[in-house]
């Protein structure tokens, strides 16, 4: 099957490139391809009903709802406590001199000024009145349409307007025309016009298709006139043109009427959102991604942006994004893109159901037969010889006006049916990438060669190819890598070759001969010396690049987050490491007017003829031009919203100051711009306390606490959606008032009250002399007593010094001579490998001992110099004590020792993890050191309030008395293991030291020949 449809394709017109300079929806794009935005309870707005839309001067949009008024700034919905007891908004319009006038369901009459509401005092006739329609005159009169007639306002009240016609009609809509002419459009009794102080009438005996008027707008083409019947264009007196839904409307009823800047008309339908262009109507409804069908409200704002109040949908934007996309709406059989070619002027789109044509404004789309797979189009190759070469899930196809020519399977010697790429090389030939290797055909010749592992391609999925200047083709792997094929055999590029993954999503050249390579780890290059790569790390939005593309100055990058541009050169300074980051990053996305996010996997895009940047996404093609990235000019008006003091939010006022003793501030502040309100980012700063600005992102909120006393000015700049700041930040200039203790007067009190102290301290300084010398002399004598004390300890220090390292000299001294004794023989050729091998695991045994002995003369000696923090933290020690039972298996096996580990996972103590390391790990290893052949080794605990009290238990051959109270000298008192194992005492010095330099303590239960027990607290941790 094939649809057709017409499209103006202002991206392939040099009119579009003209046109997008205006501002609103560009007429030559269809509905479908506007970016709709809506909001409803789901996502903010308080009241789905909306019934009117007016954006005022001061940048708010507000937005009338059967559940009340609501401003909007583009992010959040402010609702008005004021208004709560009025019983619904019907209508809005602001007056040339910036007054909102508010129409309710219960008749009251509202002028909002100066940041208050005034209501206004209306006639008894009026009283409960709905008020349906408002309008301003160019007198600056203000017409009030309401259920009981029409009406005027008058020296701050709400007048009838007294005609005998108009009086008790029921008054829908008001309308002024560029004559000061007002339109009165009824329910049932049709047309008024006011002019001159006089009234006309017009109904369906004067041409009217219907009685029942719902909306009024003057236009270029006359006064349009929406009813219960359908839309009328009055052009003329007597001069009338209707539509109904025979004409096209989606449905008569027509609630409301707008012409954008292009001139266009809107209509509101009980059906829908409806344009009328040169006599045809174009929809957009439910279906088409409006929230409702039902749209009761339209209004353009100053940038052209056009919002769409429905009756139970809510609110809906509609705005002229950076692209123009094509799906299933405007003609692809599927919507997801693999593949885009330029092909001169024209467009070629592979789909994952068929192959769709872009050509003079037109879309066809075509299946190349039943079975899904030929219909699968991974690539297309564009031969202006024989026409395309269609890369499928089902082969090779050749296809020319309409018509298969030509197909190749693993029947004709491809080397897979499901093809990934294709290349064409300067020979004519074509390079066919499939799941299962590479191969060529040889057009000509009709023969097909395929090349794969035997090849040296150690991974056959290919995912990316190209032929480059050169003559020489490139593969990229699904996980093998890069591979560079010379006809004959492969070439392997992977991670060795600083290649940051070795999954290819693609391949392209720049006009250097440079080698561009996308991956699932961002981008890189090749030289032809070196890669080059950029990730994440440099600045990149997101490491999923599938596809890179050079033009016009510019890195287009096709990600899983959208189009990513970046300037060449800056790409250029951060490859060859001149910059660290790259700047100027340009994101384009959903929210620019593409229809996804992302851009369709392993895809391949491209560069139209025209310039433009075809791109293949999930959501069919988007059409993008460069051009049209211009910075935007529309700047963010910021406004400041409130202030907020200790939770308290401050009455509007110019003065602001706060009291003594304030904590804590709030500035909250909004940025006015609809575009994009999503990317609007903000940065403040308080001159006289930052010296820098301070970047807030999206948040609308800055937060400050405890200000010293001064005078203030908080300022805030906005930037639009394409990262524009304003030139001049938004200030709100406040005082923090101080203390009575922060004034200059007393600190000028404090200074005479503190030299009159001084002055009487330097007195008793003179008093107190002698009694200071008298007591120097006889602190002299306590530190020569001192001093000689340390004497002595150091004499005993040097002592145990001596000690040490007659022992350390020993027990250093025969391992070293076994390994020079063993090295001779080893190098002498005297041992053999079995020999070897015993000695060597005998020799390595003595080494792991002199290991432990010299890191546990290391902690002594840093303990002895104070150099030793202990920086406490939550530890449970069961893991510490099967880490030390798992170090010390070896030798607990060879004395067939069992190791039990009884701690529970539930106690925590507050301890240095170091330390306690070493606390446990000499005490296990000591008591497997004086267990005997098949004994026991159990660790246990005993919490109180404060400590837990850790046991660790040998049945070995014990500690005889005298010798207990040894252990933890600082003489190092030490004995040999039951198998003749050595120490130097050190171990059980430094548990005592650091035990207590966690607050703990520690000491031994022990009976000769029954075994011992070492028992040491920590203080517990709540």
């Avoid at 789905?48 to 009338?64: F, M, P, R, S």
């Avoid at 707008?258 to 262009?277: A, F, K, N, Q």
């Avoid at 539930?906 to 004994?935: C, H, P, W």
């Amino acid at each position: 099957m094939i649809f057709i449809i017409g499209l103006l394709v202002s991206s392939f017109t040099s009119k579009g490139e003209d046109v997008f300079q205006q501002n609103g929806l560009n007429p030559e794009k269809l509905p479908t391809q506007y970016i709709i935005d809506s909001w409803t309870t789901d996502n903010g707005l308080p009241n789905n009903g909306i019934l009117d839309i007016e954006k005022t001067q001061d940048g708010y949009l507000w937005i009338a709802t059967y559940g009340g008024l609501f401003r909007f700034d583009g992010t959040n919905f402010q609702d008005f406590p004021e208004l709560s007891d009025v019983n619904g908004i019907r209508s809005l319009r602001e007056s040339e001199n910036g007054e909102l006038w508010i129409g309710s369901d219960d008749g009251s009459l509202i002028k909002y000024s100066a940041d208050n509401f005034i209501f206004l005092e209306i006639d008894d006739v009026l009283k409960d009145a709905s008020i349906t329609s408002i309008e301003e005159d160019k007198n600056g009169m203000i017409w009030v349409g309401t259920r009981s007639g029409l009406a005027f306002v008058k020296d701050n009240k709400l007048h009838q307007f007294d005609h005998e016609l108009l009086s008790n009609a029921f008054v829908y809509c008001v309308e002024v025309d560029n004559d000061n002419n007002v339109w009165i459009g009824s329910t049932g009794l049709g047309l008024f016009k006011y002019s001159n102080e006089e009234v006309g009438r017009y109904t369906t005996e004067n041409g009217l298709i219907n009685n029942s008027i719902r909306s009024l707008r003057s236009t270029r083409e006359g006064l349009a006139i929406g009813s219960e019947g359908g839309l009328t264009i009055m052009s003329g007196e007597g001069l009338f043109d209707s539509y109904t839904t025979r004409d096209g409307l989606p449905h008569n009823y027509v609630n409301e009427i707008l012409e954008d800047e292009w001139g266009t008309i809107w209509l509101g339908t009980d059906g829908g959102l409806t344009r009328l262009i040169d006599g045809k109507f174009e929809t957009l409804d439910h279906s088409l991604g409006l929230s409702d069908n039902t749209v009761q409200a339209l209004h353009e704002d100053q940038v052209g942006l056009l919002w769409v109040g429905t009756y139970r949908g809510g609110l809906n934007r509609l705005k002229d994004g950076k692209f123009i996309n094509y799906g299933s709406q405007e003609g692809l059989n599927d919507e997801l893109v693999y593949v885009s070619r330029s092909d001169g002027s024209d467009v070629w789109l592979g789909t994952d159901d068929g192959l769709s044509y872009l050509s003079e404004g037109m879309v066809k789309s075509v299946r190349l037969g039943s079975n899904p797979s030929i219909n699968t189009i991974k690539d297309i190759l564009v031969d202006p010889e024989r026409g395309l070469w269609l890369g499928t899930s089902d082969g090779l196809i050749n296809y020319r006006d309409g018509r298969i020519l030509r197909k190749l399977t693993t029947q004709n010697g491809l080397s897979n049916n499901r093809v990934r790429r294709l290349s064409k090389d300067q020979e004519g030939s074509l390079w066919v990438a499939t799941t299962k290797g590479l191969s060529k055909y040889d057009p000509i010749a009709n023969r097909v060669e395929s090349y794969g592992l035997n090849h040296g391609l150690t991974n056959e999925f290919i995912l990316s190819l190209i032929v480059d200047s050169q003559n020489r083709i490139w593969v990229g792997t699904n996980g093998g890598g890069l591979f560079l094929f010379n006809g004959e055999s492969f070439q392997g590029f992977n991670g060795s070759n600083d290649l940051e993954s070795n999954i290819i999503f693609g391949l392209s050249e720049d006009d250097n001969g440079k080698i561009w390579i996308a991956s699932n780890s961002g981008f890189s290059s090749y030289d032809g010396t070196k890669f080059s790569s950029i990730t994440k790390e440099q600045g990149l939005p997101t490491n999923t690049v599938f596809q890179v593309i050079i033009s016009d100055g510019y890195h287009w990058l096709f990600t899983d987050v959208g189009v990513v541009r970046i300037t060449s050169q800056v790409v250029e300074e951060v490859v060859t490491g001149s910059k660290d980051i790259l700047e100027g990053i340009r994101v384009l996305n959903k929210s620019e007017g593409m229809r996804t996010d992302q851009v369709t996997g392993v895809s391949v895009s491209d560069i139209h003829s025209n310039g433009d940047i075809l791109i293949s996404t999930l959501k069919g093609l988007s059409i993008l031009n460069p051009s049209e990235l211009r910075i935007g000019d529309d700047p963010t008006e910021v406004k400041i919203t409130s202030i907020v003091k200790d939770g308290l939010e401050l009455e509007n006022n110019s003065e602001i100051s706060f009291e003594p003793g304030t904590r804590y501030y709030e500035f909250h502040y909004t940025g006015l711009n609809f575009y994009s309100p999503e990317k609007i980012r903000f940065k403040y700063r308080i001159d006289g306390l930052d010296d820098e600005w301070v970047e807030a992102g999206n948040r609308r909120i800055a937060y400050y606490n405890d200000l010293p006393p001064g005078d203030y000015t908080f300022q805030v700049l906005a930037s639009n959606s394409d990262g524009v700041w304003n030139a001049q930040p938004v200030e709100l200039a406040f005082c923090q008032k101080a203390h009575f203790y922060e004034t200059s007067w007393f600190y000028l009190f404090t200074f005479l009250s503190l030299a009159v102290g001084a002055f009487s301290w330097y007195k008793a300084r003179v008093r107190l002399y002698k009694e200071r010398n008298k007591k120097l002399t006889e602190l002299v004598e306590i530190r020569t007593a001192d001093v000689n004390k340390q004497n002595e300890e150091l004499t005993q220090l040097n002592h145990i010094k001596d000690r040490l390292f007659s022992i350390i000299s020993h027990d250093i001294r025969g391992p070293l001579d076994s390994l020079h004794s063993l090295l001779e023989i080893l190098n002498k050729g005297q041992i053999s490998e079995e020999e070897f091998q015993t000695l060597s695991g005998s020799l390595t045994l003595q080494l792991s001992d002199v290991k432990d002995l010299l890191n546990e003369l290391l902690n002594w000696s840093r303990s002895q110099l104070d150099e030793l923090s202990v920086n406490p933290e939550k530890i449970n020690l069961k893991g510490i004590v099967d880490e030390n039972f798992k170090l010390f298996e070896s030798q607990a096996a060879h004395k067939q020792l069992m190791l039990r580990n009884n701690l529970p996972e539930s106690e925590y103590v507050n301890a240095d993890l170091n330390m306690t390391k070493v606390i446990v790990r000499n005490l296990i290893s000591n008591a497997i050191k004086f267990s005997k052949n098949g004994g026991e080794i159990k660790v246990l605990s005993k919490a109180s309030d404060a400590n837990i009290a850790y046991s660790i238990i040998d049945n070995g051959v014990g500690i005889r008395k005298e010798n207990q109270d040894k252990l933890f000298d600082k003489e190092g008192y030490t004995t040999a293991g039951t198998k003749n194992e050595m120490g130097t005492g050190i171990g059980l010095m430094l548990v005592k030291e650091f035990v207590e330099k966690n607050n703990g303590s520690v000491h031994v239960e022990s009976e000769e020949g029954e075994g011992s027990t070492f028992k040491f607290t920590l203080p517990i941790s709540r």
